[in-house]
């Protein structure tokens, strides 16, 4: 069997004392997108500028077609990142920015040949002679995707690019990334906030919080079966009764009086929304938590009780 194309063993993180990971471990295929998510402050934007050479790990180790990538110079690493800043030269137009590192490698004529024609996939043809500061902040930002992708690097790092952008660009973008990096064969390691980017962006999708992988596998896997209530609350539409239990959000009842089965939380109802054709709650338990669950019809009380059939509830896979 075939080593993995990407390997990160063992990596960890601290800040003076403060450990911000400790002992990551991961590999990914050829062409394979990881989708990272979890809460801010986790380290995951940390754990790509490691990769990148941009900062260091305390301990571990990444291979690159079991080459090790950690002893590289940073200028030699085969890995391009893209950040939430756009980052561009503000002295270079549009079209020198994003051929600036393939003239080095290809030559003017070539850079600028396929710099022009990656700029027009994403829309932005006719702004090739402008400046960083006569464009848009997606502009810029569509610049810089544009810039790190036009050099095919081996490994490429996308640390929220497409924070932002407004929600229309915002999808077209990563259709076209993701389409990008499936036509290229690109391994890459994609850092989002959004649950549904994470899904809709990467072959699997890695949970980060509190400094470890809580869980790694396909989007279906984590939203459906996630090992943990962090993970739940993260990725998941449920709703966690304890460390062992929850219960798919869209499997429970609004009611406002309490009936025998399953399990009741007194709630307040707060308000709904309409999502694809149907009603949600969005209600506030006693305790705190506030919750989505589907309704039928409008509620006529603020107060009710949300309700769990028994037979769906359901226990975390680490117990």
């Known amino acids: 069997m075939s080593l993995p194309y990407l390997q990160v063993k063992g990596v960890s993180k601290q800040f003076d004392t403060a450990d911000i990971f400790t002992d990551l471990s991961f ?32 301990n571990g180790e990444v291979l690159i077609e079991g080459a090790d990538l950690l002893n590289q110079p940073v200028k030699r690493r085969p890995v391009g990142m893209v950040f939430q800043q756009a980052l561009l030269f503000p002295h270079m137009t549009l079209l020198e920015n994003v051929a ?19 700029l027009q996939e994403v829309g932005l043809e006719k702004q090739v002679d402008r400046y960083p500061h006569e464009l848009s ?18 490994l490429l790092l996308l640390d929220e690019p497409f924070s932002s952008l407004d929600p229309g660009l915002r999808k077209d973008l990563r259709e076209w990334v993701r389409t990008f990096l499936k036509k ?69 009842e609004w009611s406002e009086e309490k009936s025998a089965g399953g399990e009741w939380f007194a ?27 589907p309704v039928e019809n409008r509620q006529s009380g603020s107060r009710g009780y949300v309700m769990l059939p028994a037979d769906e509830i359901r226990y975390f896979k680490e117990r």
Request: overall charge neutral; some cysteine; charged content about 25%.
């Open 137 to 154: 902040g997606g502009q810029q930002q569509r610049a810089a995707l544009v810039r790190a992708m036009l050099l095919k690097p081996k």
């Open 27 to 58: 590999s990914l295929q050829k062409g394979e997108i990881l989708s990272l998510a979890g809460p801010s402050g986790t380290g995951k934007s940390t754990l790509l500028r490691c990769i990148a050479g941009l900062d260091y790990f305390s």
């Open 184 to 252: 290229e064969d690109m391994t890459s390691i994609f850092v989002t906030h959004d649950k549904e980017e994470a899904m809709l962006l990467g072959d699997r999708t890695a949970v980060m919080a509190e400094g470890r992988l809580q869980q790694i596998g396909h989007p279906e896997e984590l939203y459906h079966t996630p090992h943990n209530a962090l993970v739940a609350s993260l990725y998941s539409d449920v709703i966690v009764l304890d460390e062992n239990r929850y219960c798919p959000a869209d499997k429970a």
């Open 267 to 293: 709630a307040e109802w707060v308000n709904e929304t309409y999502h694809f054709g149907r009603r949600f709650a969005h209600v506030k338990l006693d305790s705190g938590r506030r919750v989505t669950i």
């Open 100 to 118: 600036y590192g393939k003239k080095i490698t290809d030559g003017k004529k070539q850079a600028f040949e396929m710099a022009h024609s990656y």
